[in-house]
């Protein structure tokens, strides 16, 4: 199999999955791998990509999660995991452009390995925890810091939820191609600077310990999206700060998946 080769699995699977969150859904995974390794089944010409999981049932967040991350934020290492969550609307796919909206003027970028369950967990032990999870994808959580940071109280969730803050994709990596999701390049380029670079063995938590962690709290589901943490070198903590503006390009690269991409239009 190639990166190029596209399969209309919807024609060639007995259940006829509408999206690959159906696919994980009905467990049609191992059936759609004897498909795609089938080279009889016909190959097509490769349409314009949309996020790979286009309805999670949510879309969760770990703060401060590399360490490294954490130092330059002047923040102390956390002994849990620092959760949040993204509203399932700012979801946005690869070349879709990040609306900057009117009412933030210190929008950020973070690059980060995105987890994607592929079964229901429930109460899964840390040991057991790998079993429900599907694959990965690349994320960008995009962030206004002046609402996340400045507004009474914090506002996590508001800041990180504006319409396309969760742009994913190219597409969804299964986890056997990816045997250590804890030993993967991860860099940022802001209009062809790199502004992150680092491994993904800075994680604080690994990705079964956030599994086992979320799942003792609610269910997750197939289709469910977790964020994993961001690398140092955010625009918040650079001196002077560095905040998206409008016509630049995001583009998020993770060793193994491939390369987000995402330019910026300045919400009139």
């Given at each position: 199999?190639?990166?190029?080769?596209?399969?209309?699995?919807?024609?060639?699977?007995?259940?006829?999955?509408?999206?690959?969150?159906?696919?994980?859904?009905?467990?049609?995974?191992?059936?759609?791998?004897?498909?795609?390794?089938?080279?009889?089944?016909?190959?097509?010409?490769?349409?314009?990509?949309?996020?790979?999981?286009?309805?999670?049932?949510?879309?969760?967040?770990?703060?401060?999660?590399?360490?490294?991350?954490?130092?330059?934020?002047?923040?102390?290492?956390?002994?849990?995991?620092?959760?949040?969550?993204?509203?399932?609307?700012?979801?946005?796919?690869?070349?879709?452009?990040?609306?900057?909206?009117?009412?933030?003027?210190?929008?950020?970028?973070?690059a980060e390995l995105v987890v994607v369950i592929g079964r229901r967990a429930r109460h899964v032990p840390m040991s057991e925890a790998m079993?429900?999870?599907?694959?990965?994808?690349?994320?960008?959580?995009?962030?206004?810091?002046?609402?996340?940071?400045?507004?009474?109280?914090?506002?996590?969730?508001?800041?990180?939820?504006?319409?396309?803050?969760?742009?994913?994709?190219?597409?969804?990596?299964?986890?056997?191609?990816?045997?250590?999701?804890?030993s993967l390049a991860i860099s940022l380029r802001l209009n062809g600077e790199t502004m992150q670079q680092s491994n993904t063995n800075q994680?604080?938590?690994?990705?079964?310990?956030?599994?086992?962690?979320?799942?003792?709290?609610?269910?997750?589901?197939?289709?469910?999206?977790?964020?994993?943490?961001?690398?140092?070198?955010?625009?918040?903590?650079?001196?002077?700060?560095?905040?998206?503006?409008?016509?630049?390009?995001?583009?998020?690269?993770?060793?193994?998946?491939?390369?987000?991409?995402?330019?910026?239009?300045?919400?009139?």
């Open positions: 199999m190639s990166g190029d080769d596209v399969i209309d699995l919807s024609t060639h699977l007995d259940a006829r999955p509408s999206s690959i969150q159906e696919v994980l859904e009905l467990d049609l995974l191992a059936e759609a791998e004897q498909v795609l390794h089938d080279k009889s089944t016909p190959r097509l010409a490769r349409p314009p990509l949309a996020a790979p999981i286009l309805k999670p049932g949510g879309i969760l967040g770990i703060g401060l999660n590399y360490r490294d991350h954490a130092l330059e934020s002047g923040m102390p290492i956390p002994s849990e995991p620092i959760v949040f969550v993204k509203c399932v609307s700012a979801l946005a796919g690869p070349d879709e452009a990040i609306h900057l909206p009117s009412t933030s003027s210190e929008v950020d970028y973070e079993d429900y999870v599907a694959g990965y994808t690349i994320g960008n959580d995009v962030s206004a810091r002046d609402w996340q940071l400045k507004k009474p109280g914090g506002q996590w969730t508001l800041g990180k939820s504006f319409e396309t803050f969760a742009p994913i994709g190219p597409w969804l990596v299964t986890k056997d191609e990816i045997p250590n999701p804890q994680l604080i938590f690994s990705v079964e310990s956030v599994v086992s962690y979320l799942s003792a709290i609610f269910p997750l589901n197939p289709g469910d999206l977790i964020f994993t943490g961001t690398p140092p070198g955010v625009g918040f903590a650079r001196r002077p700060p560095v905040y998206l503006q409008d016509g630049d390009l995001c583009e998020v690269e993770i060793e193994g998946i491939g390369v987000l991409r995402n330019s910026c239009v300045l919400e009139l």
